[in-house]
């Protein structure tokens, strides 16, 4: 797929005698959403984490942008690996905030210590992010005097910081009261708005429904099942997506 900004292809990736992904093909095309689901356990985290190099793999291979990684990691050089790194910003259920620092200073960490920007250029960046994700006024906050939902959008706007092609969102809903959940969620569709790419683990079927662009389904170590929306969602194909969606649809 000439498109693809993420290609993964035939990854496995076993803990001990315990298969987690077993052979799993996925894409991701540039500056489209993609709602990845799946039962609790089945390598949804896991799969995110080889994509954005923070996990090695057994077997195959996974290209992001113009950079590929190889099974094992011992063929990576560090600067490929830092490279995907860049490329694919992560951001997790639990914010993983620094509590010492300002939601701005949270913003600047990255560029004024790993891309060595001045530090004037950092502000001005991080303050325009922060407006980006609704926070001008909270700029000078301390995470601990920020909501969970403010908190999520500090961390969506440090990720944007260092200009990733892509974000991966791993439940960054999950542990957030119902109408903090929509002012992230809502901050997530302005983004896609302005073109960013999106590959999202959630339980929001309902945001999936209306925002992705594909769903894809992992279940027993393998995608069992991709497409848009409207066809993965309503008419599931497998008894297994079937029996996941009862169970998340309650
Ligand atoms: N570092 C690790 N070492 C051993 N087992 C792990 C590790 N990380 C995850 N697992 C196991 O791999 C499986 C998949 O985990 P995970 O990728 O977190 O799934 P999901 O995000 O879909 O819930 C789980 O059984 C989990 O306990
Ligand atoms: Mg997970």
């Known amino acids: 797929m000439p498109d693809a900004l993420i290609d993964v292809d035939a990854v496995r990736l076993s803990y001990g005698a315990r298969c987690i992904l077993d052979g ?3 894409s991701v095309i ?6 990845l689901l799946g039962p609790s356990g089945g390598g949804k985290s896991s799969l ?3 994509i954005n190099g923070l996990n090695h793999f057994d077997a195959g291979r996974i290209r992001v942008g113009e950079h590929t990684l190889l099974p094992n990691g011992a063929e990576n050089s560090r600067a490929t690996r830092g490279a995907v790194h860049r490329l694919a910003g992560m951001i997790f259920q639990d914010f993983q905030l ?6 701005l200073g949270n913003v600047m960490e990255a560029p004024v210590h790993v891309l060595k920007s001045p530090k004037a250029a950092a502000r001005e960046q991080g303050l325009a992010l922060l407006e980006r994700v609704g926070l001008a006024d909270r700029a000078d906050f301390y995470p601990r005097q920020l909501s969970g939902g403010q908190k999520q959008r500090v961390a969506i706007a440090r990720a944007l910081a260092m200009e990733p ?6 439940e960054i809903t999950s542990a957030l009261d119902p ?3 929509i002012e992230v969620l809502e901050t997530l569709e302005h983004l896609q708005n302005t073109g960013l790419t999106l590959l999202m683990v959630t339980h929001e079927i309902g945001f999936a429904r209306r925002a992705a662009d594909q769903v894809m389904i992992l279940a027993d170590g393998k995608i069992i099942e991709r497409g848009p929306p409207s066809e993965v ?7 297994r997506t079937k029996q996941f969606l009862s169970q998340v649809l309650g």
């Open 165 to 170: 092609q892509v974000l991966l969102c791993d």
């Open 30 to 35: 540039a500056g489209q959403t993609v709602a």
């Open 98 to 103: 620094f509590p010492h620092l300002t939601a």
């Open 24 to 26: 799993v093909s996925a």
């Open 48 to 50: 995110l984490r080889c």
């Open 233 to 239: 969602l309503d008419r599931p194909q497998t008894e």
């Open 179 to 181: 109408e903090l959940k």
